[in-house]
């Protein structure tokens, strides 16, 4: 992701091979690299706070491991020079935070034991209070990846539901009602 103010990158990297993921900041234009995190079981998919905190999930699941033996995610806080803080405490595992402009954390979350369960869009407050569920919690079988904010207030995201993918939006004054596909009549394989 890039800061607000255009200057930095951030992203989940290894230091090494053997190392565990970890986030990172690149500022620009002199690329000077800086590690963020240093959490046991490794850190992704950073996100920004207005106040430049950085959210993000962790563990990082192994690879080739099953789904249910795969340890679960939870969402992490973190001000600059400070230490990481657990905002989610829940059986189901969590990713791909982001910010919406009313300063809530919005992520997908899922349970790692039942996959016909599958996914949904749920929203935090950034100090850790109110998890309410956002979009896709009435469906079941369904893999959401990707959620982002447009300007429009727009939150799209990507669905995989029965074999068939679109991109889908939901209005951020009605996301429970108003779920529909980006592009109408478009189905990718």
């Given at each position: 992701?890039?800061?607000?103010?255009g200057?930095?990158?951030?992203?989940?990297?290894?230091?090494?091979?053997?190392?565990?993921?970890q986030?990172?900041?690149?500022?620009?234009?002199?690329?000077?690299?800086?590690?963020?995190?240093?959490?046991?079981?490794?850190?992704?998919?950073?996100?920004?706070?207005?106040?430049?905190?950085?959210?993000?999930?962790?563990?990082?699941?192994?690879?080739?491991?099953?789904?249910?033996?795969?340890?679960?995610?939870?969402?992490?806080?973190?001000?600059?020079?400070?230490?990481p803080?657990?905002?989610?405490?829940?059986?189901?595992?969590?990713?791909?935070?982001?910010?919406?402009?009313?300063?809530?954390?919005?992520?997908?979350?899922?349970?790692?034991?039942?996959?016909?369960?599958?996914?949904?869009?749920?929203?935090?407050?950034?100090?850790?209070?109110?998890?309410?569920a956002?979009?896709?919690?009435?469906?079941?079988?369904?893999?959401?990846?990707r959620?982002?904010?447009?300007?429009?207030?727009?939150?799209?995201?990507?669905?995989?539901?029965?074999?068939?993918?679109?991109?889908?939006?939901?209005?951020?004054?009605?996301?429970?009602?108003?779920?529909?596909?980006?592009?109408?009549?478009?189905?990718?394989?």
């Amino acid at each position: 992701i890039v800061s607000y103010d255009g200057q930095s990158i951030f992203f989940a990297g290894k230091a090494a091979t053997a190392s565990e993921w970890q986030i990172y900041q690149e500022d620009l234009p002199d690329a000077w690299l800086t590690k963020l995190t240093a959490i046991p079981g490794g850190a992704m998919n950073p996100a920004l706070l207005p106040d430049g905190s950085l959210v993000f999930v962790s563990p990082v699941p192994k690879l080739g491991g099953t789904n249910s033996s795969q340890p679960l995610t939870a969402l992490y806080v973190q001000s600059t020079g400070g230490q990481p803080r657990q905002l989610t405490f829940s059986s189901r595992s969590i990713s791909d935070p982001t910010m919406l402009s009313d300063g809530r954390i919005l992520f997908v979350s899922t349970s790692p034991s039942d996959l016909n369960n599958g996914q949904a869009l749920f929203t935090i407050n950034s100090d850790g209070t109110e998890v309410t569920a956002f979009a896709g919690a009435e469906d079941s079988n369904l893999i959401i990846q990707r959620p982002r904010l447009l300007d429009d207030g727009r939150v799209v995201f990507m669905v995989s539901k029965s074999g068939t993918n679109s991109t889908e939006v939901v209005r951020m004054a009605r996301p429970l009602q108003s779920r529909a596909r980006l592009f109408p009549g478009v189905t990718a394989q």
